[in-house]
Nanobody, 119 residues
Framework: QVQLVESGGGLVQAGGSLRLSCLAS????????MGWFRQAPGKEREFVAA????????VYADSVKGRFTISRDNAKNTVYLQMNSLKPEDTAVYYC????????????WGQGTQVTVSS
């Protein structure tokens, strides 16, 4: 199992920036990709961004392309989500998750961190 702990959420004005962190512990050697997801009140959880653990290949949702950047520090077992030009519609609980292999479900999730963007 892998344990994931997110941090870095908070309240920010529209146009501002935040950086989320996700610290992984446990059996991290079996990680293929790490992802960030978010869930706004009354909405389904949606994919935000992901990065492969070994090669660093990234993928983003269209809604955040050009504004968010996902990165990882393998030595620190940490994944980051740099969020710039934040919009009120980015308000949500953000979760990081671990995927063990291509095409399989994300099987480990953090507890989430709240991001609130005021207009």
């Amino acid at each position: 199992q892998v344990q994931l702990v997110e941090s870095g959420g908070g309240l920010v004005q529209a146009g501002g920036s935040l950086r989320l962190s996700c610290l992984a512990s446990g059996r991290t050697f079996s990680t293929y990709r790490m992802g960030w997801f978010r869930q706004a009140p009354g909405k389904e959880r949606e994919f935000v961004a992901a990065i492969t653990w070994a090669g660093g290949t990234t993928v983003y949702a269209d809604s955040v392309k050009g504004r968010f950047t996902i990165s990882r520090d393998n030595a620190k077992n940490t994944v980051y989500l740099q969020m710039n030009s934040l919009k009120p519609e980015d308000t949500a609980v953000y979760y990081c998750a671990r995927q063990r292999g291509p095409g399989v479900n994300y099987d480990s999730w953090g507890q989430g961190t709240q991001v609130t963007v005021s207009s």
